[in-house]
């Protein structure tokens, strides 16, 4: 197999910040040194690389030397630990209300639903189901 470098296009302290995160998990974990094939810099690289550019996990963790399984183990664990950084919903909301915003933009993934099992009229006059209208 052949290999080769590309440049990642993160800011270092970035990769440093996501590496002390990977480092404390490990520590609460009780994970040995040196037990682990990447250290908590090339783990925090292999991470930042997938959301950089998403592709396949297992390709991408050949090139740092993993097996497709520890490739998605470690996929995972860097995942987790960034989502744990993450405020929810309602942190987002108290934090609004301080802030005494007037409105919030919440993004996130629409999925289809018939909970109604009715339709709705649009404006226009036109019958469309639930998922058309959340979706315009």
């Known amino acids: 197999m052949t290999t080769y470098s590309v440049s990642l296009g993160v800011p270092r302290n970035l990769i440093f910040f996501v590496a002390r995160l990977l480092r404390a998990n490990r520590r609460k974990l009780g994970t040995r040194k040196g037990t682990r094939k990447l250290t908590c ?53 108290l934090q609004a209300v301080r802030d005494g915003l007037a409105f919030l933009i919440l993004d996130g993934t629409l999925v289809p639903c018939d909970r109604l099992e009715e339709k709705k009229t649009s404006v226009k006059g036109k019958v469309v189901d639930d998922f058309a209208i959340a979706s315009r």
């Open 41 to 93: 810099y090339q783990h925090a690289v292999f991470i930042l690389a997938w959301m950089r550019d998403g592709g396949d996990i297992e390709r991408l963790g050949a090139g740092f030397g993993m097996s497709r399984s520890t490739s998605c183990v470690r996929h995972a664990e860097g995942l987790e630990v960034l989502a744990e950084q993450a405020p929810n919903l309602l942190e987002v909301l």
